[in-house]
């Protein structure tokens, strides 16, 4: 499974979802994770009401379970929920990447917790949907 995170530095979880430049996206799995890509975005990302400079970022984000930020707004939380996305607070700014993942592969090799579960549940759900209707088209 994708997982991305809001970031300044690329060490640590320290963007606003909303003012992010770069999300750095990883794949997950019990055996382990490994770095895929950065997304990098543009613009006057600040303006607060600008509602804009979220949909770039839910549509690059399509194919990821969570998405871990510094903040995120209700819009773009609702957002990225429609999407079967699902946003994840970090602890605090200080808080690394690194460990996080480490942690997911734990969580992962063992019983994940159950908001975990569900989402790990809704991706798949909408995964097959998505291959459903590939099919019929």
């Given at each position: 499974m994708k997982i991305a995170f809001t970031t300044n530095d690329q060490?640590?979880?320290n963007a606003?979802?909303?003012w992010a430049k770069k999300i750095d996206?990883?794949?997950?799995?019990p055996d382990g994770y490994e770095f895929l890509e950065t997304l990098k975005f543009n613009g006057d990302l600040?303006?607060?009401?600008?509602?804009d400079k979220l949909a770039?970022?839910?549509e690059a984000l399509a194919d990821c379970t969570i998405?871990?930020?510094s903040a995120i707004g209700g819009?773009?939380?609702?957002?990225?929920?429609?999407?079967?996305?699902?946003?994840?607070?970090?602890?605090?700014?200080?808080?690394?990447i690194s460990e996080v993942l480490t942690k997911l592969v734990q969580?992962?090799?063992?019983?994940?917790?159950?908001?975990?579960?569900?989402?790990l549940q809704q991706k798949s759900q909408a995964l097959e949907e998505l291959e459903a209707e590939e099919t019929l088209v």
């Open positions: 060490v640590h979880i606003h979802f909303g996206v990883y794949e997950i799995s600040k303006e607060d009401g600008n509602e770039p970022k839910v998405v871990y930020v819009s773009a939380a609702a957002r990225l929920i429609r999407k079967r996305i699902t946003p994840v607070k970090a602890k605090s700014e200080e808080e690394e969580t992962l090799k063992g019983n994940p917790p159950p908001w975990l579960r569900k989402a």
